[in-house]
């Protein structure tokens, strides 16, 4: 192949791969000015937060060993994971995480006092637990139960514990509150600049079904086709390069 033949097929190829990845190269960098230019504690709400739901003194509670057995006394294959202390509507529990014999993991609560099991989360609980949660009140719009049914994997409300309470507000931010129907524990603060930057960060990733793993083949790819466009700029400028003197 020629001297000539070279430089063209590296102008061209360096043309066209400019214009193929110059389109993701925009969203790059405007999704990048936009992580830059926000507070990312804005982003998740916590300027919306009131007080945290925080553990009252205990008074005359019974021994985690004690639901422990009682727990093992009603589910002989059960094994305990994980136990701790939450507080749900003024009240304090046990929080005991436990799996069966096929491995599948539940979230129960009992009552600090009286070892008491603690039925799942209602609506009205639900409700009035977001309610309380945040810094300045504001109206009930819509409740929705969630199930594994119906949460996909670029849902707003992802990785999180299932089935769970949606509790959205009529708010200026478009604010929804979820919590867990298990535990009653706030789990995120949904609003408008979230779901733009969840948006944002699905096309700066270029993970259009997750949105979270930045180890997929399609960044993959156009990172390596980025690299190969910028060497091809580099090499078409010194083979065409002429001295001024």
Not at 2 to 23: P, Q, T, W
Not at 57 to 73: C, F, N, T, V
Not at 183 to 202: A, E, P
Request: net charge neutral; glycine share 4%.
């Amino acid at each position: 192949m020629k001297s000539g033949d070279y430089k063209k097929l590296i102008r061209k190829s360096h043309r066209y791969l400019g214009v193929f990845i110059g389109i993701q190269f925009l969203l790059w960098t405007i999704s990048g000015i936009f992580f830059s230019w926000t507070n990312i504690k804005e982003i998740r709400g916590d300027h919306l937060r009131g007080d945290r739901n925080a553990i009252r003194p205990l008074e005359g509670s019974i021994a985690p060993a004690d639901i422990k057995r009682q727990l093992a006394e009603s589910n002989p294959d059960s094994s305990v994971t994980s136990l701790r202390i939450v507080s749900v509507m003024d009240a304090n529990y046990f929080e005991v995480i436990y799996s069966d014999a096929g491995k599948k993991e539940f979230t129960a609560l009992f009552d600090t006092k009286t070892g008491e099991k603690r039925n799942s989360i209602t609506r009205e609980e639900a409700e009035e637990i977001a309610a309380k949660a945040l810094k300045e009140k504001a109206e009930v719009k819509q409740t929705d139960y969630l199930t594994a049914g119906d949460v996909s994997s670029h849902h707003e409300y992802r990785e999180k514990p299932l089935p769970a309470w949606a509790v959205s507000f009529d708010h200026p931010e478009a604010l929804t509150v979820y919590l867990s129907a298990d535990n009653g524990q706030i789990q995120s603060f949904r609003t408008s600049n979230w779901r733009v930057f969840d948006f944002l960060w699905m096309l700066h990733t270029m993970d259009f079904i997750a949105r979270d793993d930045i180890n997929n083949w399609t960044l993959r790819i156009f990172s390596a086709l980025s690299l190969l466009m910028i060497l091809s700029g580099f090499v078409y400028f010194f083979i065409t390069f002429r001295k001024p003197w």
